[in-house]
Structures are given as C-alpha cells and as structure tokens.
C-alpha cells in the first residue's frame, strides 16, 4: 500500500540514496525505494507502475524491457522482454536520438502496458511512423508514414494519443484500436497538446486558452482560461491538473479543474505527476519536486542527486515521472534505475475512459472466440475482479486480473467457470477494481442478453424461456414460444403432417448445437428423436431425426425432467400403462438412452406426471405427481436416477385439470413453473418459488383445447 504520511529527519535513508537535504521519505515502517541494476539505460519512462526501459542485453542487442514496480517503489518484478529495439535486415529501426549514453529510443509509456516509439521504416526510405507495442511482441499505428525526422508522440495516455509529423506539421489524435468505440483520428494543426481519457486538451490561438476535445465525439466539451501571457507552449494533464508553460524557460502554471484557476510552478523541462511536477536543475546536480496537490505549489524540495551531463532535455533519457498516481525512476552513473517515492498523495481512483461491449451477444456466432469484451481506464493502477450472474441469481463465470495496471480488460467467451456454455437469456455483470495504493475502490455493473447459449430447461427456442409443443386436430405440431414477464406466450412456428396420437417430449441439447431436441413417440409405438430447431422452423415427420427403437406405445407417460444422473446428458422417465410401474432411462451418446431401469411401482393413481426440472434449488432435476383426488405431490431428484420419498405439496390442488406439464421458466424470473389447463380449455400459469413450492395461480389463455400439450 503507498504510504502518504511523511516522516522528517530520516538522515540515513537520504544518505544511503545520495540525495540531498529535503527529501521526504517513505512513512515509519515502509521498505526502501527499489534500486534496480540493469545492462544499460537508452532510454526509459514510467506510467501505471510500469517501468519501461530500452537497454543492451548481454549478447549487446538493443532490447525494449518492462519491469513492474510495486504501488510503494519498494519492489520491481523481473525484467520482461518486450520488444527488439536494434536494426532489421532491411534497416528499419526504432528511431533515436543523442543522448549522454551515445544514441537513445525515445519511449512513451501508455500506462497500460503499452508503450510508444518512432520506427524508422525500412521498406520506404526516408519514412517513419508511429507504432504502440503491447504485450506479446505486437503493436497498433505504423499506417501513417512520415518524412523522417519528423514525427513526434506528444502524449500517449492508454489508448489515447496524440501525434505531430510531415511536413507541415499536422497534428494527429485518436484512439489506437478498441473493440468498438474506435473514432476516427482528430487532424489539426499543431499546437501545445495533451491526452487524459478521450479527452484531448490542446492550446488555441488565444493567449492563455486551452480546450478539452471529446475525441469520441469530436466536440469541445470543456475550455479553461489559465491566465497565461502567452500562447501555449506545452500541455500536460493529469485528472484535475492541467500543466501548462510558455516555454521550457518561460512561465508555467497547473489549471485546477475543480477550483477554475491556475496557479503559478516553477518554470524550466517538466514531467507531471499526480499532484506534483519534477524538473531536472542541471546547475544544481538535482532533480526537484514541486507539490501541489493542495492546490497550490508548495517550494521545490531535491528527491535525487541527478548530474547534468551533456543534454540539455533529459526527460525520458535519464529520468521520467509516473503520472498514473506513482513516483519517479532516474538512472545513475553507473547505469541503476532508482525508483523515487514522491510523497505526495494522489487522487482517488476514477475511471477515465471505457469500451463497453453490447447489451446482448449471439454465442453461436462467436464459437472459439470471445464474446463480450470491454475496457475501463483508470487514473491508476488497479486490481479488479469481473463476476457474471445468469438469470437465476447464480454466478457463472469470474475473472480476475493477472497484473497490474491502469486498464481493466475484459474478455468473456460465454462459457462458465466450469468450462461450458452459459445459459441462455439475461445476465448481470459486475466491475469491481481497487486502487493498488488501496486510495479507493470502483464499481459499475449492466446486463447482457446471452443468445445461442446453453438451453433452458423446457426451451425449444434461444433464450431459456419455457416454450410448450401442442398438437392440434389438423396434425400441426406447433412450438410455442414463452415470452417471459408477464408469463405467456408469444409467436409459435408450426410443422405439419402430423398423425393423431403422435406425443412430444421437449429434451435437452444431446449434441453441440445447443439446440434442444424433441423427443416423438409415433402412433405405432416408434420413438424418434428430432434435431433440434432453436425456435427457427416448425418440426415435421419428414425432418431429420434418429429412430431410437420401437414399442414404446407401452407407455402413457413420457416426460424429461433434465439430466437426472449427473452425467451431462438429458434422460427420460416412462410410466408403463398396464403396471403403472416407473421406468428410468438414461441418456446416453448419440442421443440414444441407456436401458430401462424401473425405479418406483404402480404409479397409476396419478393422474398426472411431469418433470419440472429443479424446481427446489438444490441443482438436481425433480418429478410432480398429480393424484387424482386432486393432491399435488414432488419428488426431489437424488441426481443418482432415482428420487425421494414424495412430499405433499398441496392437498387439495385442483380435480379439474386434465393437463399439467413443467413448462421451465415461463415468467423469466429464475424459477420453474409449471402449467394446467382445465376441462374447459383454459390455461394457467403456476410460477415456481424456488423452494419446491407454486404461488397460486394465474390464467393466460383460453380455448387451448388441442389434442396434446407438451
């Protein structure tokens, strides 16, 4: 955690670092600063807790390499290649420029892990262009080329930049590819210029003006008069702080956003931080900090002893300031990188930009690859922990971040913690991040509609809504489709041809379509299983289907509760017509089952039997008995192929039904329902508790009076 609360008079650690009088410490108990040695600097800045560095490895090639520094500076990670910074077999090369090294890359930290550099091109003489390395030895921009010599990354804050080159200058400023929200780049003239989130802040022809440009939107949404007697030389901007100077020797100032005035820093090269800027002052052998996050600048303070050496600029060749709410990293004589606690406090943690994906993703058409993807940026580095809830309230997938940084990148394929395919229909989501330096926490959450998932209990189209398959008088086999809230039904699709006596059994997926099955006992006894259809045509006796055997007009009771053994496959329960004996038939592959296995005896004094799927939350599919002295009666799924011991759910349910089936989540709450209809053709919707148990009932249609309900 970094530590705000400053201790003075820590002669010791101030020595051991070689700095001198004024440096503020880390607080009583914090570790020592890191002190890191490398092979030798060329180059080097720090953003997000990332230390970027371009350095000769031991074979002598020049290399880009990334260390992580912890919140406090006490700890940096192991160095991690990045990039070959030397020159290819063509010539093409990262550009440099002289420095008291001999030739140095000038790098640009995004602080989410990317970094930026100018490439020579080697297949277009005398070009070169942009380019934004991430992780994994890959890198956004290059398209645009220009003369050489000219371009220049003015600022690069994530996936913001802002670009200068040809000849005349123009200025370029964009966001580097996002999933979605990618604008076109910015083309303008060139003046003093800074990103912060999608926010470009630019100086104007006006003395002392400056306006922030919405770059998503291409609209000025913010403008602030500094006060300054010049037009703006340089720009930086971090959060509420807007630097700005008329020149490296001329006066400079930070516009306060919250407080709409500037106040005025010490002038001379700067680098800002998160309520603080730093300056090198040659003459004295010092980098110096100013403090000004109480809104106002406080007298510069020596953090570190730094020699003049030859250049005059060294901004990002020897020293470099983490504007992402960290500190300061140099480099000494003898090739250390030494990171600087600043001491100041930083703001709280805010999100400066996101990409969010849609409000609903197609999993069929995203197979193998990612579905819903999303950024947030921060002003800091984070942790952060991304939860997907499915409909019933249940979390189905949970991912975490790897690292740290500035940016939460999400990217969910629809499939569960357990590796398969999320249910179909609305999920909720949730971003939690939280500072590093433990300065606050951020939380923001929405839903996503998830189609082409895993099937619902019930479900013949895409959305885990329960549908019901009936049979009408002219053999029309129509699928009828839940609609969810408020509970009935709405567009159907229908297949013809369909002889009297034919029985339906809406099953489960058996493949991997996702597609739940249909299950048809033909008149002569013949069991067929159908593909499933995903609610896009009517089934038909023609369609394609796979005979699972014959003689099964033995029995007057076929129902699919779900998978009732817990090995992924959907099974059926058959009531036999002269025993009233129950059998168990398990899935097995090729959407065949497994033989019978009786499991309960004489049976017939229901009138009814239907699985409802797991209507007690306990995960297990279950079985509803409906006596014919009109008891309602369950049986908890022991997920083995078996059941309890039945329980009463109500005694005196109703006589009049002559239909009952577990028609799944037809209110769309989460929960199981069932449906009746009685002998007068009306139809009811009893909605599931959760706990085994109906609410009372509610009617929804009339005249159903076909010859079968499924």
């Known amino acids: 955690m970094r530590r705000h609360t400053v201790v003075r008079g820590a002669v010791a650690m101030a020595a051991a670092l070689g700095i001198g009088a004024g440096f503020v410490p880390l607080a009583a108990g914090a570790g020592a600063p890191a002190t890191v040695a490398t092979t030798g600097v ?4 720090f953003a997000g807790g990332r230390l970027v560095t371009a350095e000769r490895s031991p ?5 880009i390499y990334e260390r992580q520094v912890s ?4 700890t940096v990670g192991a160095r991690e290649s990045r990039a070959y910074a030397g020159a290819l077999a063509n010539g093409a090369h990262f550009r440099t420029v002289p420095c008291d090294m001999g030739s140095c890359v000038e790098l640009v930290a995004s602080g989410h892990g990317h970094f930026g550099v100018v490439f020579v091109n080697g297949d277009n003489a005398g070009t070169e262009s942009v380019q934004f390395w991430g992780p994994g030895d890959s890198y956004n921009g290059g398209d645009v080329r220009y003369p050489e010599g000219t371009a220049k990354i003015v600022d690069l804050t994530a996936r913001a930049w802002v670009v200068n080159g040809g000849s005349p ?6 966001m580097y590819p996002s999933y979605y929200a990618t604008p076109a780049p910015l083309v303008r003239n060139a003046t003093a210029a800074s990103v912060w989130g999608t926010s470009l802040w630019a100086a104007t022809s006006a003395k002392g003006a400056l306006t922030a440009t919405d770059m998503a939107k291409n609209k000025v949404v913010e403008t602030a008069a500094t006060g300054a007697a010049c037009v703006i030389k340089e720009v930086r901007a971090v959060g509420r702080w807007v630097y700005w100077n008329c020149g490296t020797t001329g006066a400079a100032g930070v516009y306060d956003r919250t407080a709409k005035k500037s106040f005025t820093v010490p002038s001379g090269p700067a680098l800002v931080g998160d309520g603080y800027l730093v300056r090198h002052d040659r003459t004295a052998g010092k980098l110096l900090l100013t403090d000004f996050h109480t809104g106002k600048a406080a007298a510069p303070r020596a953090v570190a002893d730094l020699a003049a050496g030859k250049t005059a600029d060294q901004r990002r060749l020897t020293w470099a300031v983490d504007r992402f709410g960290g500190d300061i990293a140099y480099v000494d004589a003898a090739n250390s990188v030494h990171i600087v606690p600043s001491g100041v406090p930083a703001q709280p943690l805010a999100k400066i930009a996101s990409d969010l994906g849609g409000t609903s993703i197609d999993l069929k058409g995203v197979d ?18 991304y939860t997907v809830k499915d409909w019933t309230g249940r979390t189905v997938r949970t991912l975490k971040s790897t690292g740290s940084g500035t940016e939460a990148d999400v990217a969910w394929n629809g499939r569960t913690d357990a590796g398969g395919y999320t249910g179909n229909g609305r999920h909720t989501w949730t971003l939690n991040a939280r500072a590093e330096d433990g300065s606050g926490t951020y939380t923001t959450s929405g839903s996503i509609g998830v189609g082409g998932g895993k099937a619902g209990f019930h479900d013949q189209g895409r959305y885990s809504i329960g549908d019901l398959v009936t049979l009408n008088s002219s053999g029309g086999l129509t699928v009828q489709f839940g609609k969810g809230a408020p509970g009935t039904f709405d567009g159907k699709t229908t297949g013809t041809g369909w002889p009297a006596g034919t029985l339906a059994v809406p ?16 008149p002569g006894g013949e069991l067929r299983q159908y593909a499933g259809r995903c609610g896009n045509s009517g089934y038909t006796p023609g369609g394609s289907h796979t005979v699972i055997g014959g003689g099964w007009q033995q029995y007057d009771v076929l129902t699919s509760p779900g998978d009732l053994n817990g090995d992924g496959r959907a099974d059926l329960v058959a009531r036999q017509t002269s025993t009233g004996d129950i059998y168990f038939y398990a899935g097995a592959a090729g959407g065949k089952f497994a033989p019978k296995a009786r499991i309960f005896t004489n049976w017939k004094t229901y009138a009814q039997i ?9 995960g297990r599919p279950d079985l509803l008995g409906h006596d014919r002295k009109g008891g309602l009666w369950r049986y908890n799924g022991l997920g083995n192929g078996s059941f309890a011991p039945r329980v009463k759910v109500f005694s005196d349910w109703g006589s009049s039904y002559n239909l009952m089936v577990g028609v799944g989540d037809l209110s769309g709450d989460g929960r199981n329902d069932i449906v009746v209809r009685d002998k007068a053709g009306k139809l009811y919707r009893n909605n599931g508790n959760g706990k085994g148990s109906f609410g009372s009932r509610t009617q929804i249609a009339t005249g159903w009076t076909y010859k079968g309900i499924f």
């Open 71 to 74: 919140a406090d500076g006490t």
């Open 42 to 45: 060329r180059g080097l800045d």
């Open 59 to 63: 074979s002598g090639d020049a290399w």
């Open 610 to 618: 239907t699985g409802v799927g797991d209507i007690t939350g306990d």
């Open 169 to 174: 200058v123009k200025q370029r400023a964009g």
């Open 368 to 385: 193998g690859l990612e579905a819903w993807l999303s950024t947030w940026q921060f002003n800091k580095p984070v942790t952060w922990t």
């Open 507 to 522: 099953l489960a997926d058996t493949g991997s379509d996702r597609c739940s099955e249909l299950i048809v006992r033909m």
